[in-house]
C-alpha cells in the first residue's frame, strides 16, 4: 500500500496496481476511503466528464468579452469570405495575423454565412473541452490512476488561460489542443513496436499552420525521445510534417513576399525591451498562478532521478516554450495568454508528484498533501474569480469606452477614409474603413524601422503614416484637450507638423477612467476647432 505507483522504468507507460479493479468495477465510498483504486468509469466522470462542465461554466461567465487583436483575424477571414483573399485592406498583400490556419477556418465558415466572432467562441470553447482529453491520457500515461483521479484536467478547467481565452476570439484554443494531441499521439508512437502510422506528424503540422511555436515542441519531443533517425516511421512523420509547413512557406513567399509574417518584425527588434518585457510578464504569471507551481518544480525532480523520458519530454516542453516567452517579451494581453500553450504541461507535472504522493496513503503524507491541494484549491479559485471579473470591470469596459465608441463616431461620420490607429482590431472590423496601422503590424515600411514592438516611431516614422495618406488619426492622450499624449506613436505623430498643420481634433471621444481617444481629420473636412498646439 505504501509503493509508489510511478514507474521507475525508463520508456512506456506502467500498468495499474494488480490490487486494481476491472474497468466496469464500482468502487463504493466507503472502499474508496480505505484504500480502493477508483473505477474507470469513475475516472472518467471525476477527471474527465466533470472538467469538461466546468470549462464550459468558466467560458461560459466571460463569453460576453472579445480581445481587440481578435478582430484582426475576423476582418481577414471576412475579406477571404467575400472573395477580396487573406488581406485586412483591400489590395495590399500584408501577413498582419500570425494564425493562418485559425483565420481560413473561420473564413470558411464566414462563407457559409456564420460571423466570424460568433464561430470563433464556439470553435475556442470546444477545443478548450476537447484538449481535456489529451492532458487526461497524458496524465494517465505519467501516472498511472488508481486512488486517486486525474488532477491536470481539474487544473485546465480552472485557468482562465484555458477557459477565458477559450472565448475571446483567438487561436490559443485550437493551438493548445493541436500540440497536446500531437504530444500524446507521439509519446503513444515512441512506445509502441507495433508499425502504427505517426499521425504526430500531421497533427504537428496542423499547430505549425495556427502558430510559429509549433516545431518547438515537436523538436523537444524528439530530443527526449529519440526515435531511430532513418527508420520509417520517423521519416514519415517528418515527411508529414515538413510537407504542409513548407508549402505555407511557399504560399507566403507568393502571396505576401516573405517567408516570415510582417507581424515577427514588427514585434521584435529591441532584445533589452523583450528581456525586461519577457521577465516582468514570467514573474507576475507566477504571481497568478500560486503554489501550484512548486509541485511542479518537484515533479521534474522526480522525474529526473527515475529517468522518466516522457516525463523530462513534458518538463522540457513548460521549460522551453517559458524562455521562449522571456525572449520574446510575452504580450500586452490580459492574464498571460502567451503562455497558454506551456500551461496544460506545466499541469500534468503537478498532477504527476501530488498523485503519486497521494497514492502512498500514509497518513502525515496525505495530511500534507490535502492541505497543499486545499491551498492551491483556494488561491486558484481566487485568482480565477479576480481574472473574470477584472475582465467585466476593467478589459471590458475600456474597450467598450474607447474602440466601441471611436467605431461608432467613425461610422456615423459617413466619410469612410484611411484611419491611421494602434488599436486596430474593433475599430477596423466594425467601420471596415482602410486602416494605416501605427504600430506597423499592416506596414511593412514601419515594421522595419529601429526599435522594439510600440516603440519604432524614430526617424521616418511619421512620414510612412503621413505617406499613406490618412483621413483621420487617433491620437491617445491622457487629457481631454488631446495636448497629452501618452504612447510612443501618439507622442511621435501629435509632435509631427503633417498632424499641427493638416488636422484638426474632430472628435475627443472621453474615457470614462479619464483620459481621451482624440480623432484628428483632414481640414478639409473639419467642422471643429483647430488642432491643440
Known amino acids: 500500500m505504501g509503493r509508489s505507483s510511478m514507474s521507475t522504468c525508463e520508456n512506456g507507460p ?140 481539474w487544473l485546465c478547467a480552472s485557468s482562465f488561460l484555458q477557459t477565458g481565452y477559450a472565448v475571446f476570439g483567438l487561436e490559443s484554443p485550437l493551438f493548445v489542443l493541436l500540440v497536446l494531441l500531437g504530444t500524446d499521439r507521439f509519446l503513444i508512437e515512441a512506445h509502441d513496436d507495433a508499425d502504427v502510422f505517426p499521425w504526430s506528424g500531421p497533427l504537428f503540422a496542423l499547430a505549425a499552420l495556427t502558430r510559429p511555436e509549433a516545431p ?47 507581424t515577427l518584425t514588427a514585434k521584435t527588434g529591441d532584445m533589452n525591451q523583450q528581456l525586461h518585457g519577457g521577465l516582468d510578464y514570467l514573474r507576475r504569471y507566477a504571481m497568478h498562478a500560486g503554489p501550484a507551481l512548486w509541485a511542479g518544480i518537484a515533479a521534474i525532480v522526480v522525474f529526473v532521478v527515475r529517468k522518466r523520458r516522457d516525463g523530462l519530454a513534458v518538463a522540457a516542453i513548460a521549460l522551453t516554450f517559458g524562455l521562449y516567452v522571456l525572449l520574446v517579451g510575452g504580450d500586452w494581453m490580459p492574464y498571460y495568454r502567451f503562455l497558454a500553450p506551456a500551461e496544460p504541461f506545466a499541469f500534468l507535472l503537478i498532477d504527476a508528484v501530488v498523485r503519486t504522493v497521494a497514492e502512498r496513503r500514509e497518513r502525515a503524507v496525505a495530511l500534507a498533501v490535502a492541505l497543499f491541494m486545499i491551498l492551491v484549491g483556494f488561491t486558484r479559485v481566487g485568482s480565477l474569480r479576480q481574472a473574470q471579473r477584472d475582465i467585466f470591470e476593467k478589459d471590458k469596459a475600456f474597450w467598450d469606452d474607447a474602440g466601441g465608441r471611436t467605431a461608432a463616431w467613425l461610422s456615423a461620420r459617413g466619410n469612410p477614409g484611411p484611419v491611421a490607429i494602434a ?110 498646439r
Open 216 to 262: 518547438l515542441f515537436l523538436l523537444l519531443l524528439y530530443v527526449w525521445h529519440p526515435d531511430q533517425p532513418f527508420s520509417r516511421r520517423s521519416l514519415t512523420r517528418l515527411a508529414t510534417f515538413a510537407v504542409p509547413v513548407l508549402a505555407h512557406l511557399a504560399f507566403r513567399r507568393l502571396y505576401y513576399g516573405g517567408f516570415f509574417p510582417n
Open 14 to 153: 506502467v500498468a495499474a496496481s494488480p490490487e486494481a479493479p476491472p474497468p466496469s468495477a464500482l468502487v463504493s465510498f466507503r472502499a474508496w476511503l480505505g484504500g480502493a483504486p477508483l473505477s474507470q468509469p469513475t475516472h472518467l466522470a471525476l477527471g474527465l466528464v466533470l472538467p469538461m462542465m466546468l470549462v464550459v461554466a468558466n467560458a461560459y461567465r466571460v463569453a460576453g468579452f472579445t480581445i481587440d487583436d481578435a478582430y484582426i483575424s475576423f476582418r481577414y477571414a471576412r475579406n477571404f469570405a467575400e472573395g477580396h483573399g487573406l488581406v485586412y485592406n483591400l489590395g495590399e498583400r500584408v501577413e498582419g495575423y500570425t494564425n493562418f490556419l485559425w483565420t481560413v477556418l473561420l473564413g470558411v465558415f464566414a462563407t457559409l454565412g456564420a460571423r466570424p466572432e460568433i464561430t470563433a467562441k464556439v470553435l475556442g470553447v470546444v477545443c478548450a473541452c476537447a484538449s481535456l482529453v489529451p492532458v487526461y491520457r497524458i496524465a494517465r500515461r505519467l501516472a498511472p490512476l488508481g486512488w486517486s483521479p486525474c488532477l491536470a484536467t
Open 423 to 532: 488599436d486596430i482590431g474593433y475599430v477596423g472590423y466594425a467601420t471596415g474603413f482602410p486602416v494605416v496601422d501605427m504600430l506597423g503590424l499592416l506596414a511593412p515600411e514601419i515594421a522595419r524601422l529601429p526599435g522594439g514592438y510600440t516603440n519604432k516611431t524614430g526617424a521616418g516614422y511619421a512620414d510612412a503614416i503621413f505617406a499613406r495618406d490618412p483621413r483621420y488619426v487617433v491620437i491617445i492622450s491622457s487629457t481631454v484637450d488631446c495636448k497629452s499624449p501618452t504612447v510612443p506613436s501618439s507622442r511621435t505623430l501629435h509632435a509631427s507638423s503633417e498632424l499641427r498643420t493638416q488636422f484638426v481634433v474632430a472628435e475627443p471621444i472621453k474615457l470614462r477612467n479619464g483620459g481621451a481617444w482624440c480623432i484628428f481629420e483632414r481640414k478639409s473636412g473639419a467642422e471643429t476647432r483647430p488642432a491643440p
